[in-house]
């Protein structure tokens, strides 16, 4: 067993050694597919074993994002996620999009395999102090108002198998798994990229138009975050820019949105509801957004 795990471990190495960044569909990176596949897997299964509190990487027993994170492959995962959704984007209505339809099932075992490893990364600080947060946040800024502005995107993407693992959704979670390293990391260093990539506003809008078809652990998840990011002191200096309508021309769907208005709606329809389903203990999680709209309304921001 000892020898198999070894051997395990020398072909994990040496799969995250080879990863580069390829063509979207070119023979290499639809070699890498499978490798993404047993990476997720790896990183799941490890990151499920009791791990002591506060331990970094090199303390656990997390050798595949160990392995990321020495190899310095983290910061190129995630391009490689950029890279294959702006391919997505980009292929809408030329012939490059019948080749992604044609590859559906690879493209789909991409996108939720290596969505896993992001995750598992940026579950420990280490991870996250060396991502490099401007492009992280433009991402998600930029997933959250396609699925929101393309007509009928929102709608595929619940309707579709597994909508929690597709970016749409994780993106979310990825904003909770940074904020919850806040202090840590230092708000400076997080904070002015998600506030001028107009993150939140969108966040809200996504939540509000989506929460009836999210699982609960996932919707407690994206609420926490956004709890996170009112609990800052960023918030605090710029709620008016963290509240102002979306820009022109951003887009039909969020074109003039007014993110007070929509946190309103969020705090009747979901979380008035949330606070009283949820045990005393995890309220904390749903309070300081509710306790944030409350003071805004009461100072009349609408």
Known sequence: MELL????????????????????????????????????????????????KDATIWETEEHAVRYVM??????????????????????????????????????????????????????????????????????????????LCTDGALDALLAAPNPALKQEVQVLIYVGQVLLQVESMREVRIMPFLRKAGVFGKMVLFLLRAHASLPPHVLLRVVSALSGVVETEDYTTYTVVYLKKTESGEGGGIDGMDTLDALLDLRDQVLAALLKSLPRDQRCKVKPLSDAIDKCQRLGRK
């Open 70 to 147: 020495e190899d310095g492959k983290l910061n190129l995962m995630m391009r490689m996620m950029i890279d294959f959704k702006n391919h997505v984007y980009n292929s809408k209505n030329t012939p490059d999009e019948l080749e992604l339809m044609s590859n559906a099932a690879v493209c789909e075992e991409f996108e939720h395999s290596l969505g896993r490893v992001l995750y598992c990364c940026w579950t420990h600080v280490e991870a996250l102090q060396t991502t490099e947060m401007a492009p992280l946040m433009e991402y998600i800024s930029e997933v959250l108002r396609r699925v």
């Open 5 to 52: 795990n070894e051997r395990l471990a020398a072909n994990l190495r040496q799969s995250v050694r080879k990863l580069a960044s390829y063509p979207v569909l070119s023979t290499p990176w639809l070699e890498m597919v499978p490798c993404f596949s047993r990476m997720a897997t790896v990183t799941e299964m490890e990151g499920s074993m009791p791990q002591q």
